[in-house]
């Protein structure tokens, strides 16, 4: 079992390109969440998807910002535009079920850098 | 609202020492209540999670209580050695019309040898 398997782990982009993470949930597994982790602050919220469909999205800008995970193939967080404020980790997650009681395994994270 | 508070922000104790870390909720219709230990440069991974029909639930050295009428749960870790230094986080499932975990900002623990 690879376990929640993120790529790339580090993404550098210049201001004004386009960033995308990717994130293969654990096998079993078909829900999917993403969280944004700042330098030394805590992991938030940006959104909660089931296959070809995004659960939750409130955490996430409106602008420049989308996820999708497709039926086949990996969950996508896809940034445009970045700008020096998107430097972070991201992480995802993903978890059997959606009973509020099923334990999230996360992922390693994708470090994005914007110059 | 979604809130979830983290107590204290740090933490620093003698090895050998206890460490509490509280967690305190809004309102949630959550029955599970999990533990992340975060190493730097890590990603977070489960230690302890408790379900609401036990009050505490221990595993060796660490153990987690949950008062589910005052909304909040502890993480108790007994015997600390430099190994625990890291951040925890505390998380709550959110209920609306499907569940969200919501993560406390976090406590940086560190075990002084």
């Known amino acids: 079992n690879a376990g929640v398997m993120q790529n790339p782990r580090h993404l550098v982009r210049r201001r004004g390109q386009e960033a995308r993470l990717r994130c293969s949930p654990m096998?079993?597994?078909?829900?999917v969440y993403w969280y944004r982790q700042l330098p030394e602050e805590g992991l938030k919220f940006m959104v909660y998807?089931?296959?070809?469909?995004?659960?939750?999205e409130s955490g996430m800008p409106k602008e420049r910002f989308s996820a999708e995970f497709p039926k086949e193939g990996p969950s996508i967080l896809r940034i445009q535009q970045v700008v020096r404020g998107d430097s972070a980790a991201y992480f995802c997650?993903?978890?059997?079920?959606?009973?509020?009681?099923?334990?999230?395994?996360f992922g390693a994270g994708s470090r994005l850098t914007v110059l | 609202g979604e809130n979830v508070e983290q107590h204290p922000s740090t933490l620093s104790v003698q090895e050998g020492d206890s460490a509490v870390i509280k967690c305190t909720y809004s309102?949630?219709?959550?029955?599970?209540f999990p533990w992340y230990k975060q190493e730097l440069g890590k990603r977070p991974q489960l230690i302890i999670d408790?379900?609401?029909?036990?009050g505490e639930k221990k595993d060796q050295r660490i153990a987690v209580t949950l008062n589910k009428t005052a909304k909040h749960f502890s993480l108790h870790i007994t015997e600390t050695q430099p190994e625990d230094s890291a951040v925890y986080f505390c998380?709550?499932?959110?209920?609306?019309?499907?569940?969200?975990?919501?993560f406390g900002t976090g406590t940086r623990l560190k075990v002084l040898a």
């Open positions: 096998k079993g597994h078909s829900h």
């Open positions: 408790i379900r609401s029909n036990v």
């Open positions: 997650a993903s978890s059997s079920g959606q009973s509020g009681a099923n334990v999230l395994t």
């Open positions: 998807l089931q296959k070809e469909n995004i659960i939750d």
């Open positions: 998380a709550v499932p959110f209920f609306s019309g499907t569940y969200k975990y919501i």
């Open positions: 309102d949630s219709a959550s029955n599970y």
